[in-house]
């Protein structure tokens, strides 16, 4: 049931949101060029790599895509880029991870390499289902971004505060995960991202 409805609605969303994904783009372009898009390789289901997907909101940095992430780092943030960000609108193109298979809508955000191995065992059991789009550690930490970028060690705070709750929230959901569940999620991520 999972699958159909993560491909039914991936591709229903994909469609409607047409305009969207070329508007979003055209700000891009404007702004800062090419490319519009932002692949970065991310551990998926199994430990296994895949690459990831989002509206570019940084300038450009080659390392960046093989999975660089320094926390804390918005340097680089583009005018567009922390609209896209505040708004979520940088993730939609997810969408189509989803639709491949890579990703479902819910389930734990995937991380890149460096992260997975600060705490391997934890990941484990987390890369037993597929990653997603949104969960419960989404919603809790949807103001990320301006927890570390009040702290004076980002690094550090992310490593040993932030994640760490987030691998509970994630150990926590492949215990219990249900198909409601996944639909209550949804709708407390559309709350969070509406009324924020």
């Given at each position: 049931?999972?699958?159909?409805?993560?491909?039914?609605?991936?591709?229903?969303?994909?469609?409607?949101?047409?305009?969207?994904?070329?508007?979003?783009?055209?700000?891009?372009?404007?702004?800062?060029?090419?490319?519009?898009?932002?692949?970065?390789?991310?551990?998926?289901k199994g430990g296994k790599l895949f690459s990831m997907l989002k509206f570019r909101t940084m300038t450009v940095l080659k390392a960046a895509q093989q999975g660089t992430f320094d926390a804390g780092?918005?340097?680089?943030?583009?005018?567009?880029?922390?609209?896209?960000?505040?708004?979520?609108?940088?993730?939609?193109?997810?969408?189509?991870?989803?639709?491949?298979?890579?990703?479902?809508?819910?389930?734990?955000?995937?991380?890149?390499?460096?992260?997975?191995?600060?705490?391997?065992?934890?990941?484990?059991?987390?890369?037993?289902?597929?990653?997603?789009?949104?969960?419960?550690?989404?919603?809790?930490?949807?103001?990320?971004?301006?927890?570390?970028?009040?702290?004076?060690?980002?690094?550090?705070?992310?490593?040993?505060?932030?994640?760490?709750?987030?691998?509970?929230?994630?150990?926590?959901?492949?215990?219990?995960?249900?198909?409601?569940?996944?639909?209550?999620?949804?709708?407390?991520?559309?709350?969070?991202?509406?009324?924020?």
């Open positions: 049931m999972k699958t159909i409805f993560d491909f039914t609605i991936s591709l229903i969303f994909i469609i409607l949101l047409i305009p969207v994904f070329l508007l979003v783009s055209l700000f891009i372009i404007i702004d800062t060029g090419f490319p519009v898009f932002f692949i970065q390789k991310r551990v998926g780092d918005s340097s680089r943030v583009t005018s567009v880029g922390k609209i896209l960000r505040k708004t979520k609108i940088d993730e939609l193109p997810q969408l189509i991870n989803v639709l491949i298979g890579k990703m479902s809508i819910v389930g734990p955000r995937p991380e890149v390499q460096k992260w997975v191995n600060a705490y391997p065992e934890r990941w484990t059991i987390v890369h037993s289902v597929k990653p997603g789009i949104t969960d419960n550690a989404s919603i809790a930490f949807r103001n990320e971004e301006e927890i570390l970028a009040t702290s004076s060690e980002p690094q550090n705070t992310y490593l040993n505060e932030i994640l760490p709750r987030k691998l509970e929230l994630y150990e926590e959901y492949v215990r219990n995960k249900t198909f409601w569940g996944d639909i209550g999620i949804i709708f407390k991520t559309a709350t969070s991202v509406l009324f924020r």
